[in-house]
């Protein structure tokens, strides 16, 4: 079956460091990019960069640059997220999706909640 | 950064009628990198359109997305209960490659 399965929900402090990540089954890992879109409560959804899991090769929303790490694992088929400094505006679910032009295929969201 | 402007921002109507969704980008962007997506509460988005107006696998042909350079429409010709949702435009280009999603449009029972 083609999914992409993310890791569960997080609560984290005002500062911490957050890592989500987006198990990719189905398909060759290495043929699609991967995207991360995030979505905090009663706000839309917001583009934060894009991977391409065969090169390893990233474009970040300017907003996260310095923030946000993408990277991954080609053995296990498995993308990750880092988001750092985390502060309260950073509470929100975080989604991974297969394509950057078009995303057909996304995980199931992981939210991360930031709070002292 | 190209911003994406969608109107109206709620769009209230009845099962059954038909519904338009605008969105305007600040600069041309080209068709192939122009999609909308459908997000219901507690899902995961959906792809409904890429490259302006090809319908994804599985999406109902009430669905249909046409326009081009600066202006793009999703028309739902048919309300399905299932069908009041948020819908977002998307667009993705450039140099270095960047993506930047509209405002959403929200469809409401009426």
């Known amino acids: 079956q083609v999914q992409l399965v993310q890791s569960g929900d997080e609560v984290k402090r005002p500062g911490a460091s957050v890592r989500v990540s987006c198990k990719a089954s189905?398909?060759?890992?290495?043929?699609?990019?991967i995207t991360w879109v995030r979505q905090a409560t009663g706000q839309g959804l917001e583009w934060m960069g894009w991977?391409?899991?065969?090169?390893?090769?990233?474009g970040y929303e300017q907003k996260f640059q310095g923030r946000v790490t993408m990277t991954r694992d080609t053995s296990i088929s498995t993308a990750y997220m880092e988001l750092s400094s985390l502060r309260s505006e950073d509470t929100a679910v975080y989604y991974c999706?297969?394509?950057?032009?078009?995303?057909?295929?996304w995980g199931q969201g992981t939210l991360v909640t930031v709070s002292s | 950064e190209i911003v994406l402007t969608q109107s109206p921002g709620t769009l209230s109507l009845s099962p059954g009628e038909r519904a338009t969704l605008s969105c305007r980008a600040s600069?041309?962007?080209?068709?192939?990198?122009l999609g909308w997506y459908q997000h219901r509460p507690g899902q995961a988005p959906r792809l409904l359109i890429f490259?302006?107006?090809s319908r994804a696998t599985g999406v109902p042909d009430r669905f249909s997305g046409s326009g081009s350079g600066t202006d793009f429409t999703l028309t739902i010709s048919r309300l399905e209960p299932e069908d009041f949702a948020l819908y977002y435009c998307?667009?993705?280009?450039?140099?270095?490659?960047?993506?930047?999603f509209g405002g959403g449009t929200r469809v409401e029972i009426k």
């Open positions: 189905g398909y060759t890992f290495t043929s699609y990019d």
């Open positions: 490259g302006a107006s």
């Open positions: 991977m391409n899991p065969d090169s390893g090769d990233t």
């Open positions: 600069q041309t962007i080209r068709s192939n990198y």
């Open positions: 999706a297969r394509g950057s032009i078009a995303a057909f295929l």
């Open positions: 998307h667009q993705y280009g450039g140099s270095p490659p960047s993506a930047t």
